[in-house]
């Protein structure tokens, strides 16, 4: 279980960063645990000298799923560019900053319009960079990255770690006509498709939701439901949970990947709490943003004094985006045609205060 969660929270288990946990989930993989992602989620395991990787591809893209220290599309496209100069370079070879800019620029010429000697396209880039440090893809070995926002001639000098070969994911087709990444989901009615996909959307999504019964995933989920149950208790120690459109995995606080909720974030526990009104309540639907909003900011008077520094004193415009998109990453709501749709995972669990919270924090 260990070997699994270490594979699902990382990008990579480099060798020369953390030696005992590549040589043990190395073993791990020799063992039952490889055929598991081969079999059902269908992702290949990178295994060389150098590294460790598990290819999580998922079945559907996902806001959550970007990198959280991107703010725009240029950023991803710089990381492309970055990608591609970097492929031109041997292991171990060493360039300076600005012979990378220039390379990123020629690279990027006629696609994208990135000028450097504007600050948001020099902030985009050391946001690159920064993630490309993080990854271990490229190394200082002089100068600092902090300098290179603010001027366009600082220097920097780098060294290729040669990790950026196993950066990206391996595709087996021929991607030349793809235009979207929707195109990467094009649905295949096949028995193994339909069951990587589950697996898939178990594994990385909070929730999997089907709008009719002969939905072919829906039918897949309850015909095999007993399997998969002991698969994914076997390999993950989760627990596979259905409803009528509805399935989840669900993990304890103990042995758990990625995040969970609830957790001890306060973005998470006012979300519970909203999450206990809307059961108390029992809402599924909103006729429009505007109604959900104003039943966001009726909870938030009730409970604000309970709320840390932060939540008490953002602005409402701001809470209310904050608390919507939270909740709609956690698939617990659905927009649909303006109105605010209460998904199941909105009622898996929730949070309350107790019955003289009110009393105790005027006495506060």
Known sequence: MDEFIKLMDEFWILRENDRENYFKIKRALDSELRDFFHKFPDWRVVINNKLIKLEKVPANAMPFMGIDSFETTDDYCLLCAVLIYLDD???????L????????????SGTVKIDFTRYSDRKSLVRV???AQEKDLLRISEGSLENAANDRNAEILYENTGYSVYFSVHQDGDVSEVTSFRDFETYDASDSRKSSRVYRRLLLQPAVYWSNSADPESLYLKKFRSSISKYLEQYTEGRLDIHNGSAFCLFSNEKKYGELFPSDKMISGIAALI???????????????K??????IECAKEYRSGFSKEFREMSEEKFLSQVFEYMKQWQMIEENDGSILITDG???SYGEYPSDFKIKAEEK
Do not use: M
Request: charged fraction near 40%.
């Open 89 to 95: 370079k041997a292991e171990g070879e060493q360039f």
């Open 97 to 108: 900053l600005t012979e990378l800019i220039e390379g990123v620029e020629r690279i990027v």
């Open 346 to 348: 909105a009622f898996l």
């Open 275 to 289: 999450c206990g009104k809307l059961i108390r309540g029992k809402h599924r639907e909103f006729e429009s943003r």
């Open 291 to 296: 109604k959900f909003d104003e039943f966001i």
């Open 129 to 131: 960079l920064r993630f």
